[in-house]
């Protein structure tokens, strides 16, 4: 009943508040430029990076986004002085008054709203969508608290890790009995030198069940460059932060091991993937069809240059 009660408001704060319309606060602009003004206007956000996070949009989506801005005069994008690597985003007087109309336009609205509500209800108010908008922010974390990640192999990993990567495959692409025993017989190639210092394993578990796996191969593809492989969460954990713990501490390893660049293969149409990848440094760098698994898929290579090498 409460929950019910929450959905139903959090829908109608969505409509009086304009999100269900072209564009937003009383601005020629989308909900998304709009909010792209307001995060570099208040300082919090000086990237585009900073952007996709915060926005938690996709990266292509954010840069044709960024350049529609730019080209119409809102915002402006130069090197930083102390990094030159880093593009740093600031209004112009374009943007900067859009924002101040903006924020006159919010301001009033919100004013009109509570003007009839006691100084208690405003405060109530107030504090309980600041309870909600940070309870909705920690959902990505809500099963970190369960899974662990730990480090090597145990007995029947590779056995689970085939069950998960078949099962979700035969089900995304078609892949069948080719797909599952090349994946046999690279994981049994690879566990047989994973005590090679420049290779890594780890595995999320909740209540000693893995749920999640991801390795970094550091000889197959040559000296410095590192190759993320079976990266892979339980198909009823997606979504909720396990993903993005093992990609971190894949990305650490590598990091600290200095090799240069680190790339990974993968399929279009895997688009929580990809955003996760994109969110972490890769940049998709080639497309090209492949039927090496039994059927055909647009195979995509991504590329991360470490950052010291940047």
Known sequence: MMIGRIRDASRRLVREL?????????????????????????????NARGLTQTLRLEKSTVSRLLKNLIAD?????????????MKRLALTERGQASLAGITDYAVDQV????SSLSAKDVATIAK???????????????????????????PGI???????HAEYYARTVGFGAAFETGLATDM?????RLENEENGFWVAEIDGRPVGTIAIDGEDLGQGIAHLRWFITAEDLQGQGIGKRLIDTALRFVDSRSMRETRLWTFQGLDAA???????????????????W???????????VSPLQA
């Not at 590779?158 to 998960?164: E, K, S, T």
């Open 18 to 46: 304009g999100f269900m319309e072209a564009t937003l606060a009383g601005a020629d602009l989308t909900p998304s430029a709009v909010h792209a003004i307001i995060e570099v206007g208040s300082g919090r956000t000086t």
């Open 73 to 85: 005069g809102y915002l402006t994008e130069q090197r930083d002085d102390c990094d030159t690597r």
């Open 111 to 114: 004013t009109e709203a509570i």
């Open 128 to 154: 309980g969508l600041e309870i909600y908008a940070a309870a909705l922010g920690s959902t990505d974390h809500a099963s970190e608290t369960k899974a662990t990640i730990s480090e090597g192999y145990r």
């Open 158 to 164: 590779i056995g689970r890790m085939l069950q998960m």
């Open 188 to 192: 049994g190639a690879f566990f047989s």
């Open 274 to 292: 990809k955003h996760l990848y994109e969110r972490v440094g890769f940049e998709l760098v080639e497309e090209k069809p492949g039927q090496q």
């Open 294 to 304: 039994g059927s055909e898929v647009l195979e995509q290579q991504f590329l991360r």
